[in-house]
């Protein structure tokens, strides 16, 4: 309501009121939080993202996905000794063996957020290349891996790991099939993605 209408008691018409949606074109776009723009591209991609409050949590999730998948019996492919042991209770079929794996289980090093991808490296995956290893990922990560994009990512990267910085770095960002390729998706691993996160902050 403006001043001369506040005044004189005079009401508001329907025209008066301009609604915040209704944005010019030219306005800046509204941005969105790191962690919410992080989901919305990740699920773009086609990967499947389960958000856990708590270990207990991420514990009945990971259950879950082995049940749905019947991959209880199966051979899992960990290279991070860590998450044998955060997971012991699972009792997995581990290897060292990408051919005899179904599933890979692993860490990352940060949640890309502009495009929802996620940031790999040596750490996680030896030297091996993407579409060397299984077709079916399940990454556990947490909150505070969040970062906008890639670049900032990879000072993460070298401030973490200053002794040695990690090798094989890449991101694996298709989570689904793709069936008609094309020159943007040449070259790309698609990998059938699960993704555990852990509230940390």
Same mark, same amino acid.
């Given at each position: /309501?403006?001043?001369?209408?506040? &005044?004189?008691?005079?009401?508001?018409?329907?025209?008066?009121?301009? @609604?915040?949606?209704?944005?010019?074109?030219? *306005?800046?776009?509204?941005?969105?939080?790191?962690?919410?723009?992080?989901?919305?591209?990740?699920?773009?991609?086609?990967?499947?993202?389960?958000?856990?409050?708590? *270990?207990?949590?991420?514990?009945?999730?990971?259950?879950?996905?082995?049940?749905?998948?019947?991959?209880?019996?199966?051979?899992?492919?960990?290279?991070?000794?860590?998450?044998?042991? /955060?997971? =012991?209770?699972?009792?997995?079929?581990?290897?060292?063996?990408?051919?005899?794996?179904?599933?890979?289980?692993?860490t990352c090093e940060y949640l890309i957020s502009d495009d929802g991808s996620l940031l790999i490296s040596s750490n996680q995956i030896a030297e091996k @290349?993407?579409?060397?290893?299984?077709?079916?990922? &399940?990454?556990?990560?947490?909150?505070?891996?969040?970062?906008?994009?890639?670049?900032?990512?990879?000072?993460?990267? =070298?401030?973490?790991?200053?002794?040695?910085?990690?090798?094989?770095?890449?991101? &694996?960002?298709?989570?689904?099939? &793709?069936?008609?390729?094309?020159?943007?998706?040449?070259?790309?691993?698609?990998?059938?993605?699960?993704?555990?996160?852990?509230?940390?902050?």
């Amino acid at each position: /309501m403006s001043l001369f209408r506040k &005044i004189f008691g005079l009401k508001d018409t329907p025209e008066d009121h301009i @609604k915040s949606e209704e944005r010019g074109k030219y *306005m800046p776009e509204i941005k969105l939080p790191i962690d919410e723009q992080f989901t919305i591209n990740f699920k773009a991609n086609g990967g499947k993202f389960l958000y856990c409050e708590d *270990m207990q949590e991420v514990n009945n999730s990971l259950s879950n996905i082995l049940k749905e998948n019947k991959w209880e019996d199966e051979n899992v492919l960990i290279f991070d000794e860590r998450l044998k042991n /955060m997971f =012991k209770d699972f009792d997995f079929k581990s290897t060292k063996k990408v051919s005899e794996s179904t599933y890979f289980l692993s860490t990352c090093e940060y949640l890309i957020s502009d495009d929802g991808s996620l940031l790999i490296s040596s750490n996680q995956i030896a030297e091996k @290349k993407l579409k060397e290893l299984p077709a079916n990922f &399940i990454i556990y990560a947490t909150t505070s891996q969040f970062v906008q994009n890639i670049g900032e990512g990879l000072r993460g990267i =070298k401030g973490k790991n200053k002794e040695k910085i990690p090798t094989n770095i890449t991101t &694996i960002k298709h989570f689904k099939t &793709i069936e008609d390729k094309d020159f943007l998706t040449y070259g790309s691993s698609s990998k059938n993605l699960y993704l555990l996160l852990l509230e940390d902050l």
